[in-house]
Each structure stands twice: as structure tokens, then as C-alpha cells.
């Protein structure tokens, strides 16, 4: 394979629109995009419309049929992401997986051992985990570990379309087929089902909130302070659109906390405390571009008072690491850390969480 890779993109939505290819079109020296998949005749015609030379497709099983495509990145539904990326596995094609990576443990099994049976790579899109503040924060505490007091994980959003309308026009997908929108909608029920053993829809809202947002938060809160022992409380509130937890790590406890209103504000963070060292690690909305994570650090200042530093080394973009580091994975061999076998501990932790709040 040449040092160029071509990628299929699947699933032409806002964040392929906004956040994927734009990314590929700055990595020109290691990307080229020769095909574009999307349910929506509108969508695939105007974005194609910008990607000259592309080849358009409706259906994932025939762009995954097309040998000019080394990899795809499946940004699609949810629902979907599980077996078209196995699908893709089978044809040959490195995989770069969109958050979630699938929404059940026997999905993840499925793609574990499609892994293993193709040898491809796989990478999933776990963004916030390559910001250099967040690396940053994560060497800081490595020595730390055991002396950690507390730790805090907290996310409130308000909706993305605050940041999108105001920046960057997306083409949306208001033509798909009522046959196609009636069947996902069925197989994302009937998943969510399987996921969390009911139906109740509250619940089914609850994890929904914790497969779209809360994965960035618990992918990062694993990687910065480790997998905690066991669920100490979860709740949630409005419907299911408020959460809340508490896990315990032993020594110290991490509070999490998420939501989303309707306050045009992205306010996520992650925050631990040792005795003479609080780090944190604010984001920002990845739909404006460029816009880096910032690490804080609070330590002692002598017996009287405290130093603090606000900042960022570099406004790397994140996604454009993330897709450097997939490039390096496939080219070079090198190791990548965002694996089914490290994304499956999120589910692992989701059901817990669930099965705290069904009182299990």
C-alpha cells in the first residue's frame, strides 16, 4: 500500500461534514477520499458536490465493494456501526469507528473477532483521548495514581446546532426514505433492549446519553485515573436526560455528571485531585475547529497560598491527530491506543451503571 490511504466515508452527516473531512483534506499527504456513502440522496449529491472525484454511493455494502478504498471511517447511525465495520473487516478495509463503537457486548465481541480473524486495523473515534492537554494531564498523574483524593468527571452541553449554525452550513438529510428511518429506529430499540435487558424508554434514553456523549467522558476518565472497582450510585433524572454516578476507586471516589439543556454552552471537564497537585482538562465544542483543550493546574505556593496555570502547548486539532495516528497505525504498524478491546471497557462500565439503576 502506497503512503497515500484512500478512505470511503460512510455516513456523510454533520460530523463527517464538519469535523472528518475537512481533517482529510489537511492530511492531503497521507489521505485522498475516492468514495462517499449516505442514506440521503441530497446529502451524498451536495457533499460529493465538494469532493471532486469521489465516487457516490446509497449503500455501505457497495462503496465496501469498491477497490479503490483502503479504509472507511463509519460515521452513520449507531445502530449500524457494529456491522458495517465488521463488513468492512471481511472486504479488507482498515476501519475508523465513530463513538460508540457499537452499542451491545455481543456486538463488540462480534468486531473483537473479526479483528482477529482479518488482521485490519481498527481505530475507534475517541477524539478527546489525542487532545495534547489531555495526554499532558495524563502524564502528569501517572506517578500520582496513589495519591489520588478525588476526581470529577462532568459534562453539560447544550445543543450542537448553538455551535454548528452559527459557523458552518451542513447539508441535511431530510429526504431519506420513511422505510429506512422506520428501520433503524426498530433496530435501535430493539438493541437498546438487548443492552439494558428492558424497554422502559427513560432507561432507553439513559444509555443513549451514555453511548453519545458520556463515551468521550468514561473513554477518558479510564485513560486518566484507571478503571474503577465498581458502581457505587446512579441515578438519573428529567426524563433521562440528567446523570449522575459515583465510582469507586478504591482510595477516592470520581463523581460523574452529565446532561444537556438547551444553553448554548459546552462546558466538560475532567478534574483530579492530589495533595498538592489538582489537575484539570477542559474541552470545547470540536464542531468549531481548532479550538484546543486546556490543562489547569492548581499547586502549593508556599504554606500561605497557591500557583495556578491556564493553557495549552499546541492547538493541534485533535482530529487531525486522531487521524494521524490511524495513518501511523496502518502505514507504520504503530500501536494505537484507542482499541475494540479498550472501547468494550466503556459498555463493560455501562451496565453497570444501568444495573445500579435498575436496583440490581
Not at 20 to 27: D, F, Q, S, Y
Request: net charge negative.
Amino acid at each position: 500500500m502506497s503512503k497515500i490511504i484512500n478512505i470511503g466515508v460512510i455516513g456523510c452527516g454533520e460530523a463527517a461534514q464538519i469535523l472528518h473531512i475537512p481533517t482529510l483534506r489537511e492530511l492531503s499527504d497521507r489521505f485522498a477520499i475516492t468514495a462517499l456513502c449516505d442514506a440521503s440522496p441530497k446529502v451524498i449529491a451536495g457533499v460529493g458536490a465538494s469532493v471532486p472525484g469521489a465516487t457516490l454511493y446509497t449503500d455501505a455494502s457497495a462503496l465496501l465493494d469498491d477497490n479503490s478504498v483502503d479504509a472507511v471511517v463509519i460515521a452513520n447511525p449507531n445502530t449500524y456501526h457494529a456491522p458495517i465495520a465488521i463488513e468492512a473487516m471481511e472486504k479488507g478495509k482498515h476501519v475508523l469507528i465513530e463513538k460508540p463503537m457499537c452499542m451491545t457486548l455481543s456486538e463488540a465481541d462480534l468486531l473483537a473477532e473479526a479483528e482477529r480473524r482479518t488482521g485490519v486495523t481498527v481505530q475507534v473515534g475517541y477524539m478527546r483521548r489525542h487532545a495534547p492537554a489531555f495526554e499532558e494531564a495524563v502524564a502528569l498523574l501517572a506517578p500520582l495514581r496513589g495519591q489520588i483524593n478525588f476526581a470529577r468527571v462532568h459534562d453539560f452541553i447544550g445543543p450542537n446546532e448553538s455551535f454548528i449554525n452559527a459557523t458552518v452550513p451542513v447539508i441535511r438529510g431530510s429526504d431519506i426514505p420513511q422505510s429506512v428511518l422506520d428501520r433503524t429506529n426498530s433496530e435501535t430499540r430493539a438493541k437498546l433492549t438487548e443492552a439494558i435487558g428492558t424497554d422502559d424508554e427513560q432507561l432507553g434514553r439513559v444509555y443513549s446519553l451514555l453511548l453519545g456523549l458520556s463515551s468521550h467522558d468514561i473513554s477518558a476518565m479510564r485513560e486518566l485515573i484507571g478503571v474503577p472497582k465498581g458502581v457505587i450510585h446512579a441515578h438519573h433524572r428529567r426524563g433521562g436526560h440528567f446523570i449522575t454516578a459515583a465510582f469507586d476507586y478504591g482510595d477516592f471516589v470520581c463523581q460523574f455528571e452529565t446532561g444537556i439543556d438547551s444553553m448554548a454552552r459546552f462546558d466538560a471537564h475532567l478534574e483530579v485531585y492530589t495533595p498538592e497537585l489538582v489537575v484539570r482538562v477542559d474541552y470545547d465544542t470540536p464542531y468549531i475547529r481548532h479550538q484546543p483543550a486546556r490543562l489547569a493546574l492548581t499547586s502549593a505556593n508556599t504554606q500561605h497560598g497557591v500557583a495556578q496555570s491556564i493553557g495549552h502547548k499546541t492547538r493541534g486539532d485533535s482530529f487531525v491527530i486522531e487521524w494521524s495516528r490511524f495513518h501511523a497505525a496502518i502505514i507504520e504498524g504503530a500501536v494505537h491506543k484507542t482499541t475494540i478491546a479498550d472501547a468494550r471497557e466503556d459498555l463493560e462500565l455501562f451496565a453497570k451503571m444501568m444495573a445500579v439503576m435498575k436496583g440490581e
